[in-house]
């Protein structure tokens, strides 16, 4: 069974890249395989295993007693991000991780889980609310297009609760008030300390650091020239990926979309803009997608 489900997983993630646009096009393929600069083309390559190899220390911080093999993590890790590919807002991340762990640690890794995605998000929601701020007082930065004044109070104010509310939920968590979400959280074990929280929080800032950096340097890579618009403009994208519910199959979609819509590029750049955004999703995400899904078919249970 396990064969059967990893072997399914796999081809419709081979067919779903397949399916994609640029390999239809002489001058989008030649766009991808002809970058402005490929040294920064490397750069996105090498910190894609950095941006793994983070993750996998934020899993095994959170699962991995004395005794557990890193090799374990990397494999739960990766396996679990080629059924997050496929799964609405890879909830299958969650449920693959979570059933390769022993079924003694099996609440245990679900709360790890819960926990290590929630610091993954308040990065995604901080960073993506101080862009869209900075946004508001920096119309030049907005490719010809300026955010709706009178939206931006309502939208900030809620961006803004919403923020403080996400970063206060462990302890929110706690309040009497919310017995139902005790309980739940009783029965998954101990809560966190507060230095594993810290330590789960710096490494989602770092892991959100050089994913956000990865794609800077790819849309440098195929010409994209300023500088500030774009460091204001990813976040954003990142933040709509979360907050818009889908597979990570279909973020390749709204990720485009919402670079387009916002840099706004003539028809000379369109091509280096959806190229880029292609590369870095096909990179963080299909890439260790795939890899999880090889080392799921090679695994020889004990």
């Known amino acids: 069974m396990r064969w059967l489900i990893t072997s399914a997983a796999l081809a419709y993630v081979f067919w779903a890249i397949s399916q994609h646009e640029i390999w239809r096009g002489s001058v989008w393929l030649d766009v991808l ?57 890879r909830t299958g991340d969650a449920i693959a991780r979570v059933t390769l762990l022993p079924k003694s640690e099996q609440k245990a890794g679900a709360r790890a889980w ?9 990065w995604t929601l901080t960073f993506g609310m ?40 462990p302890r929110l968590i706690t309040v009497q008030r919310f017995r139902i979400f005790q309980r739940w959280f009783a029965e998954l074990g ?42 204001a403009a990813i976040p954003l994208v990142y933040l709509g990926n979360m907050l818009i519910p889908s597979a990570a199959l279909a973020e390749l979609g709204i990720r485009e979309a919402l670079m387009v819509a916002w840099i706004q590029p003539d028809d000379l750049l369109l091509p280096h803009l959806i190229t880029a955004t292609f590369f870095i999703w096909l990179i963080n995400l299909c890439v260790p997608a795939l890899a999880g899904g090889v080392i799921q078919l090679m695994h020889r249970d004990d």
């Not at 390559?45 to 699962?63: D, F, R, S, Y």
């Not at 991995?64 to 890193?70: D, L, V």
């Not at 862009?131 to 809620?158: E, N, R």
Request: proline share 7%.
């Open 33 to 89: 395989l002809h970058p402005s600069h490929p040294v920064l083309m490397a750069f996105v390559i090498v910190g894609m295993p950095v941006n793994v190899g983070i993750e996998v220390l934020k899993w095994h911080a959170l699962t991995g007693g004395n005794m557990k093999p890193w090799r374990e993590s990397i494999r739960e890790v990766l396996v679990g991000s080629m059924f997050g590919m496929i799964t609405p807002n």
């Open 114 to 122: 819960a926990y290590g995605a929630w610091a993954q998000s308040l």
């Open 130 to 169: 101080l862009a869209f701020f900075i946004l508001c007082f920096k119309p030049q930065w907005t490719w010809g297009h300026s955010l709706d004044k009178p939206l931006f109070i309502p939208v900030g104010i809620f961006g803004m609760l919403l923020t403080i509310g996400w970063w206060a939920l």
């Open 190 to 231: 101990e809560p966190l300390s507060s230095e594993q929280r810290i330590k789960q929080i710096a490494w989602s800032g770092l892991r959100y650091i050089v994913f956000t950096l990865q794609f800077f340097l790819a849309l440098k890579a195929w010409g994209m020239e300023s500088t500030g618009p774009l460091l």
